[in-house]
């Protein structure tokens, strides 16, 4: 099981949220904690009543409301009731279990997962910390119930959550229509809330893995200038189609000025995850002697990692970044260190420095001492896929042996001259 949470200024948006999911038969209310009377005849405002009546005993508290999800592995097939056990648990463990929340079944992913809407102002009136929640007594409490609930554990090899959230079908959408703006909301609003990103291009490298992707607008125009934002749907090649729906008009406001107090706050929760994902990207290298772009990206796929190769209008690759989809972070290569960046891993490619846009397949040899003055001899590769492996060895034998270094008889002539002409005077 993963749990995510996240924390806001606004119960209502978390609340519509999921009531709007309920209303396009994506999830369903299974349970309500803290509520009195029957809640399947409850409208939309008296359960936000609920919520805004405990908010407003202590109104200087801004961030008073709590989002969880929580996610089970595919394979997985649990019934109401015991998602029901498992989200009281989990509350009770978080010491939410005296709160009024309300625990949605959401069927809108490849997975089964539940999303939790609660608040931590009391009825007495306090607070609830929620510094560090996560670490202090999510983790344990996620921990403990995936053991007496028989679980698969998240920390296991076959635990894979890049399906949990699905790409917009561009073919299904209606563009500037209202199914289409769900449809956007949908993969905007995970994203923000489940990955960690610190800026507008590593935002669009986790949304573009979904069909979406957010738009400013060129540095000249009003919108930009005032921090504007735009988002839009994209097509197969990753180009913006329909029409683009202002990021005020979503429910959850994913605003450039909001997403600036993200990038901050990802900027700590981040480093805890950047050494984890060095190792994985070293091993992707680990079984070959050179690696491909193509096959690089195809075996980070398998670890579910994204790899976004960023290159100028000429072809030339100036810039990579990494889609984390299992602990849901962004990385530039720069940010992970000079290994991982751009220049870093084409050189760990097949030590050159030319990319390979189509499938090169560079020759790779032992390391080498090389002499002085031949420091700078260009490496030999195949022009083509289409020679052969006997090809690749008789241009290989074709290169100078660097390996002795032995002195030319010609310096060793010089040197003996001088001495000799030493001895004479």
């Known amino acids: 099981m993963v749990a995510r949470i996240s924390t806001g200024k606004s119960i209502r948006a978390m609340l519509y949220y999921n009531e709007n999911k309920v209303g396009e038969k994506e999830a369903n209310l299974i349970m309500a904690s803290g509520f009195a009377g029957d809640i399947e005849s409850m409208s939309v405002g008296q359960k936000l009543h609920r919520f805004t009546h405990l908010t407003q ?63 931590n102002i009391t009825a007495a009136s306090e607070r609830i910390d929620l510094h560090d929640i996560g670490r202090k007594l999510s983790e344990p409490a996620r921990k403990q119930i995936e ?14 959550m ?37 800026s507008l291009a590593e935002l669009n490298a986790a949304l573009k893995c979904f069909n979406v992707v957010a738009l400013r607008g060129e540095e000249h125009t009003a ?57 994985r990207i070293d091993g992707l290298f ?38 984390d989809h299992k602990n849901k972070n962004v990385f530039n290569g720069s940010d992970l260190g000079k290994a991982y960046s751009a220049k870093g891993i084409t050189e760990r490619f097949g030590k050159t420095n030319r990319f390979a846009r189509s499938e090169e397949q560079f020759i790779s040899r032992p390391a080498q001492r090389i002499s002085k003055g031949q420091e700078n001899t260009p490496a030999t590769y195949l022009e083509t896929p289409k020679q052969t492996n006997f090809l690749a060895m008789a241009l290989a034998k074709t290169q100078p042996d660097y390996g002795a270094g032995v002195p030319r008889k010609k310096k060793r002539k010089k040197r003996s001259q001088q001495q000799d002409q030493e001895l004479t005077l």
């Not at 200038?225 to 180009?239: E, H, R, W």
């Not at 329909?242 to 005020?248: C, H, L, R, T």
């Not at 680990?286 to 190769?309: G, L, M």
């Open 286 to 323: 680990d079984n070959y002697r050179s690696i491909t772009a193509s096959k690089f990206e195809a075996e980070a796929k398998q670890v579910s990692i994204t790899v976004n190769f960023r290159k100028n209008d000429k072809g030339e690759l100036f810039g990579i970044t990494y889609i």
């Open 147 to 160: 053991e007496d609930f028989k679980l698969v554990k998240a920390e296991s090899k076959t635990f894979n």
């Open 57 to 119: 005993l202590k109104p200087n508290v801004k961030t008073n409301a709590l989002h969880i999800s929580l996610n089970f592995h595919s394979s997985e097939d649990l019934s109401n009731a015991k998602l029901q056990q498992i989200a009281a648990a989990y509350m009770e463990k978080i010491g939410f279990g005296d709160q009024p929340f309300l625990v949605y079944r959401h069927h809108d992913a490849a997975h089964q997962h539940l999303h939790i809407v609660t608040t």
């Open 162 to 198: 890049e399906a949990a959230i699905k790409p917009v079908d561009i073919k299904k959408a209606k563009y500037g229509h209202l199914p289409t703006k769900r449809a956007m909301s949908n993969v905007i609003t995970a994203v923000i809330r489940d990955y960690r990103f610190t």
């Open 223 to 279: 919108m930009f200038q005032k921090k504007g934002l735009m988002y839009s749907l994209l097509d197969d090649k990753g180009n913006p189609v329909g029409v683009p729906i202002k990021a005020s008009a979503f429910y959850t406001k994913p605003t450039f000025r909001n997403l600036e107090v993200k990038f901050e706050l990802n900027k700590g929760i981040r480093k805890l995850y950047k050494e984890e994902l060095a190792k």
